[in-house]
């Protein structure tokens, strides 16, 4: 099956974000109902225990993307064969991941209290609560998702994201009837269970129509199977360096404020990353393709391509950062109200944290195409090490601006600089690192003084509520991308960008 790079990045941007809108909006009011029905403490247990399971999972983080990139080259030569070893071995690996994260998630029961500062909801049972959480996460590992990485492998995320919108859309609307109708919270999770099933249920189902030569059979040879091995543990490395800045900054939360902070924090935290969601969708798409083109294409050729796309995705990132800074507090004020709010310096602190982490994207999709996971090791071993130190000894002393901070220094500082020099030593070797970092330097100035501006601008319209709330997103919307093009629309990536961006919607068009 040949690979069709731009049509197959079209089709996953196109249903990923119809998924997206479908996945965004039922739950964001199934988020509220939760809070305003069930009480604060709910949502924060929510958020805590999710935060728990995200460390469990690093004894899956990396096997998925090292068994994507380990397909890349079959996927090309059309060796079916070897993809069917591949598909066998992640099966195998995938149950004993489900079968170690079940054991370990009931090992940690008897300590569940001591990670929750102060009080919880007393009617209900929060281990019944956490074991639910446990077996929505364990059941995925044990049951059919091992075969959504053809999907991935063979750029067809727009398949999983039309079964995702179905599914999702079914399970929030029974969620909504239960939370209103029965108010049982422990019904209301159940189902979130039986739902996550049959979602992969049926990726397994559509991958194996579609793939039928490509059936988990054979063995794997013992080089791939080495080396396979080397990129997990450098990519569960990498991977731990994710959790500790997100799960690890929920944990800290509750243990040294509680679990309303964590709630406060987290609808933050929410709003962040549903448009975070978004911009996956993008990376998600162009994922594969980027695979392709390291194994097909020039070094020089790609180059290009990481600084069209680079260029590209810090203007969505500039423009997203714009909004958050100018409706983040009156959209928190509409939603949750006055005594739900943090002040408007951790708002800052978050739009950094955001943009920070967007800045590195691209360079990642580089990165993870590349394999260098076990080649940065030390970087996330480093940054991970950092992450955690700053956010327990700042977030004790300064609670959530702590531990904003600390995540904010060491993406800056560690993550950035050290993954950047990788790429560039072991892939783009005829080319400046230096020339990389004043290139995003650049675009994160722009970034910064262009919120200022429309922040300013904003806070010149007179109107409050929901009317002003999008008359200050017609106000980011507008200011921000006019800003944009007066001072880029002389870059060189800007004209390969604006030519990408012709090609993709005539694409779009001759589609309709």
């Not at 993870?368 to 002393?397: M, P």
Request: glycine share 6%; charged share 15%.
């Amino acid at each position: 099956m040949k690979i069709q790079r731009t049509k197959n990045a079209v089709n996953s941007i196109s249903w990923g974000l119809i998924n997206k809108v479908f996945t965004l909006i039922l739950p964001f009011i199934i988020r509220t109902l939760v809070i305003y029905v069930f009480g604060v403490e709910y949502a924060g247990l929510n958020n805590l225990f999710s935060s728990i399971l995200q460390v469990l999972n690093l004894a899956e983080l990396g096997m998925s993307t090292a068994i994507v990139y380990a397909m890349y080259k079959p996927i090309a030569e059309k060796d079916y064969e070897t993809l069917s070893s591949l598909l066998k071995y992640f099966k195998i690996v995938y149950q004993k991941i489900g079968i170690f994260v079940l054991g370990a998630g009931l090992c940690l029961i008897p300590g569940l209290k001591r990670l929750i500062n102060g009080t919880y909801p007393k009617e209900i049972n929060i281990y019944i609560i956490y074991v639910i959480y446990l077996l929505n996460t364990a059941s995925s590992y044990l049951f059919f998702a091992y075969k959504t990485t053809l999907l991935s492998a063979y750029q067809r995320n727009d398949i999983a994201s039309k079964i995702n919108t179905a599914v999702h859309f079914f399970q929030n609307i029974m969620q909504l009837i239960i939370i209103l109708v029965l108010k049982d919270f422990y019904i209301y999770l159940a189902v979130t269970v039986i739902f996550t099933n049959i979602n992969n249920l049926l990726c397994h189902r559509r991958a194996t129509e579609l793939f039928p030569e490509i059936q988990p059979k054979g063995e794997i040879s013992k080089e791939n199977k080495e080396q396979i091995q080397q990129n997990v543990k450098g990519l569960m490395i990498s991977k731990a360096c994710q959790v500790s800045r997100n799960a690890f900054d929920t944990i800290c939360i509750s243990s040294f404020i509680g679990l309303t902070a964590t709630t406060i924090y987290s609808n933050y935290y929410f709003l962040m990353t549903t448009i975070t969601g978004f911009l996956t969708i993008l990376l998600t798409s162009i994922s594969a393709g980027i695979g392709n083109s390291i194994e097909t294409e020039s070094v020089e050729k790609n180059y290009q391509d990481l600084h069209k796309f680079n260029f590209m995705f810090m203007w969505v990132s500039g423009w997203c950062t714009s909004c958050f800074y100018c409706m983040y507090q009156p959209f928190m004020k509409i939603w949750m109200g006055q005594k739900l709010m943090l002040p408007f310096g951790c708002v800052i602190l978050l739009c950094i944290y955001f943009l920070l982490l967007r800045a590195g994207d691209i360079r990642s999709q580089y990165f993870n195409a590349c394999g260098l996971w076990w080649k940065g090791r030390w970087v996330s071993v480093l940054e991970a090490v950092a992450n955690l130190f700053l956010n327990i000894t700042l977030g004790y002393f300064f609670q959530i601006w702590g531990i904003l901070i600390a995540t904010i220094l060491t993406i800056l500082f560690i993550d950035h600089i050290g993954c950047a020099v990788l790429v560039f030593k072991n892939y783009f070797k005829g080319y400046s690192v230096k020339s990389y970092f004043l290139v995003c330097s650049y675009y994160f100035a722009v970034i910064c003084i262009i919120c200022g501006i429309t922040g300013f601008i904003c806070d010149l319209v007179p109107i409050s509520g929901i009317f002003g709330l999008i008359l200050r997103f017609g106000v980011c919307s507008i200011i921000t991308n006019v800003l944009f093009y007066a001072v880029y629309r002389k870059n060189k990536w800007f004209n390969m960008s604006f030519n990408m961006a012709k090609r993709i919607l005539g694409s779009l068009s001759r589609r309709k």
